[in-house]
Nanobody, 127 residues
C-alpha cells in the first residue's frame, strides 16, 4: 500500500515561485510512474506533470511547460514540483498521484488511471 501526502502549497504573487512536495510512504519499489494534477473548484482535475521513476523521464502539460519542473528523490521517497513564474491560472488544489505496474498513464484525464492519490495542497496566486 502506498500513501501520498502533499505539502508546500500557499499564497504567492503573480510571477512568484513555489515548490510542492509529495511524501511517499509504503513501498515505493512498486511505483512505476508519478504525476501532479491540479483542480479548480467546479472544473475537472487536469494533469500538470509526470515522471517515470526508473529513468527520470519527465512530461508536462502545455500550460506549464518551461515554468514547472517535476523531480523525484527515490532515497527520500519524495516527489517535487517546482513552480516558477506563477500566474492566476495556476491557482488550484494540487494533487500527487502514483501508479504501480509497468504502465504510465501520462496525464490521462481519467483519474482511475492512477492507483494512489494524495489529499491535495492548495496554491493561490494573487496579482
Amino acid at each position: 500500500q502506498v500513501k501520498l501526502v502533499e505539502s508546500g502549497g500557499g499564497s504567492v504573487q503573480t510571477g512568484g515561485s513555489l515548490k510542492l512536495s509529495c511524501e511517499v510512504s509504503g513501498s515505493i519499489n512498486g511505483v512505476y510512474c508519478m504525476a501532479w494534477y491540479r483542480q479548480v473548484p467546479g472544473k475537472e482535475r487536469t494533469g500538470v506533470a509526470g515522471i517515470y521513476l526508473h529513468n527520470q523521464y519527465t512530461f508536462y502539460g502545455d500550460a506549464v511547460k518551461g515554468r514547472f519542473t517535476i523531480s523525484q528523490d527515490g532515497a527520500k521517497k519524495m516527489l517535487y514540483l517546482q513552480m516558477n513564474n506563477l500566474n492566476r491560472a495556476d491557482a488550484a488544489v494540487y494533487y500527487c498521484a502514483a501508479t504501480s505496474g509497468l504502465y504510465c498513464p501520462g496525464l490521462d484525464p481519467n483519474l482511475r488511471a492512477y492507483d494512489y492519490w494524495g489529499q491535495g495542497t492548495e496554491v493561490s496566486v494573487s496579482s
